[in-house]
């Protein structure tokens, strides 16, 4: 008989998940994870559950845990409608580049794939998760459940960051298995960089050299190496400015001269001949085009994903590397010669914002939340009109603070990510702003952010409608249909809950309940009632300044372009 320790297939589990150092799951419990959760709770003084109200929540709290803090969300549902449930918050996870780890019990294993009507089984769940991760793996036994899960921890630190899932049928979770009493290895694959890569850097740096005016062009993937120090040196040292995505906010503080926002982008770049584009796809939202047109423009992309630097872009110099090592090489290489001043770089941003204060009365509202937010909060960006112009007005002064929706714009993501980020963040206030329609999505989860004393300041923009489709059905069409909303008493809906709440009528009221809601200790509903809103759209698009507005764009502050 062998002596090695016996458990069960949950126990394994949980085993793994605290020896990779998960210390808080989002899940909720069912049948097929009995045996897991009875597991968790012989162990609930290591890793602390949080149970939300829709499944859906436990991916969106696993994505907003990562984006706030860096560390690994993990969620937990069971399989069929628990796992559909999640998904939409896992193709968010998967757009926003977030480590998620997904976890998704399944029906027995005798029964997989046959058909038989077991309860939660749907066809091909497995292509279902598999088709929302970068990487998936069905248990084949009790003792591949461990096996498994350190291989998805070394996934999730491999590469580009996003989610992987694991499937476990529930007879497995109850079944016997050997305990592995050692804790898994660090995986060590990303080590510094190549002989190649240095090539490809030696030649990005002569490009930079050779360039008259350098432009900086960084996304959501500067945040998974950290590399927000390197970035900053090599645009200091070439004096280029840095154009942020919405998902690259906060790359650097935009208190720093050379942080611009997408419409200060399109200043800079009519007068750019070489872009270093950082950790993003470069993709305009609508179309599979690059943001910018080709032309005289040379193109360096550094990216973790060599997928994201084939066609249709077409840079002089492709490197396939983590941030870090290859910012870092590449300031050492090129040559300090600073091409836009401090001065002109102002111009530029104090161009931007004047094109920002005339969107009223979004501008005044995203200055207010601005004002009366800790300096230290973190806000979560959605889908409604204040929120789309907070993409370029909303001031971001360090990594990990500004939360976006990503590419899949998943309307409602907001809410049920700011909970997960509180958690993540272990006391700082985050702001999480919604219309009135994305907020009905998850209304529910009032309770989570009640039951956790979570320190969530939600403000809800209600003009009673889905506005931004509202707004686009008249101006295409000259009508509108499907997009009036019949929403509930929010004073009511917050009292029923237990959570504080006030209404405010404009941006100075606005301003005085945030500041309010610092002082409370969990979570605070604030209703702002608006009307129809002007469209913020024409400055958001990193596009040639020609679109900016009809029919003539303003003058760019640097002057004519050279070109």
């Known amino acids: 008989m062998s002596d090695t320790p016996q458990t069960t297939g949950g126990q394994a589990l949980v085993d793994g998940l605290i020896k990779n150092g998960i210390k808080d799951l989002f899940l909720i419990p069912g049948i097929q994870l009995d045996w897991a959760v009875d597991a968790l709770r012989q162990r609930s003084d290591e890793v602390r559950l949080f149970i939300p109200r829709h499944e859906q929540t436990t991916t969106y709290m696993a994505d907003g845990y990562y984006r706030a803090t860096g560390r690994i969300g993990a969620a937990m549902v069971v399989p069929g409608p628990g796992a559909l449930n999640a998904g939409a918050a896992l193709a968010t996870a998967y757009a926003s580049n977030s480590k998620v780890l997904f976890v998704t019990g399944q029906i027995h294993s005798s029964g997989i794939g046959k058909g038989c009507g077991l309860l939660h089984e749907i066809k091909d769940q497995s292509g279902f998760v598999r ?68 090539v490809q850097i030696q030649k990005a740096a002569a490009l930079l050299d050779e360039a008259s005016f350098p432009v900086i062009y960084v996304g959501g993937g500067i945040f998974a190496s950290a590399a927000h120090a390197e970035l900053q040196r090599l645009a200091e040292k070439i004096g280029a400015p840095v154009v942020m995505s919405d998902n690259g906010r906060g790359a650097i503080s935009d208190n720093h001269p050379l942080a611009m926002n997408a419409l200060a982008g399109r200043a800079v770049f009519e007068h750019a001949d070489v872009v270093l584009v950082v950790g993003s796809r470069f993709a305009d939202v609508l179309t599979p085009t690059p943001s910018w047109p080709a032309g005289k423009v040379r193109y360096i992309h550094v990216n973790i994903d060599e997928a994201d630097l084939g066609p249709p872009r077409s840079p002089e110099v492709s490197l396939v590397a983590d941030a870090l090592p290859a910012l870092r090489e590449l300031a050492e290489r090129v040559k300090a010669n600073v091409r ?48 789309y112009l907070a993409r ?24 049920p990510v700011a909970l997960g980020a509180a958690v993540g963040a272990a006391g700082r206030r985050v702001v999480s702003v919604t219309g009135d329609g994305g907020f009905g999505w998850n209304m529910q989860e009032l309770a ?14 209600n003009d009673g409608y889905y506005g931004n489709v509202r707004a686009i059905q008249k101006r295409e069409f000259g009508a509108e249909v499907g997009v009036d909303l019949a929403n509930p008493d929010f004073e009511l809906l917050a009292r029923a809950f237990g959570v504080a709440f006030q209404a405010v009528g404009s941006p100075s009221q606005l301003e005085a309940a945030v500041r309010e809601a610092n002082t409370h200790l969990g979570p605070v509903l604030i209703e702002a009632k608006v009307g129809v809103m002007p469209s913020p759209w024409h400055l958001l698009r990193l596009q040639p300044m020609k679109g900016m507005s009809a029919p003539q764009a303003p003058a760019n502050p640097l002057g004519e372009t050279p070109r």
Do not use: C
């Open 131 to 198: 088709g929302l991760t970068k990487w998936h793996h069905m248990v084949t036994s009790p003792s591949d459940i461990r096996v498994a899960l350190d291989n998805a921890f070394r996934e999730l630190g491999r590469g580009r960051p996003r989610p992987v899932g694991i499937e476990i049928p529930h007879d497995y979770l109850s079944a016997s298995t050997a305990i592995d009493p050692q804790a898994p290895e660090s995986d060590q694959s990303q080590k510094g960089l190549s002989a190649e890569d240095l």
């Open 340 to 387: 836009l001043s401090n001065d002109r770089a102002a111009l530029v941003k104090r161009w931007a914002q004047g094109q920002i204060d005339l969107v009223e009365p979004q501008a005044s509202y995203v200055r207010a939340i601005r004002k009366a937010m800790p300096e230290d909060g973190i806000f979560v960006n959605e889908l409604t009109q204040v929120g």
């Open 392 to 415: 370029i007005a909303f001031p971001v002064d360090a990594p990990r603070t500004y939360i976006g929706p990503g590419y899949q714009g998943t309307l409602g993501y907001g809410f």
């Open 448 to 461: 989570t952010a009640q039951r956790y004393r979570l320190p969530v300041t939600l403000i809800v923009f």
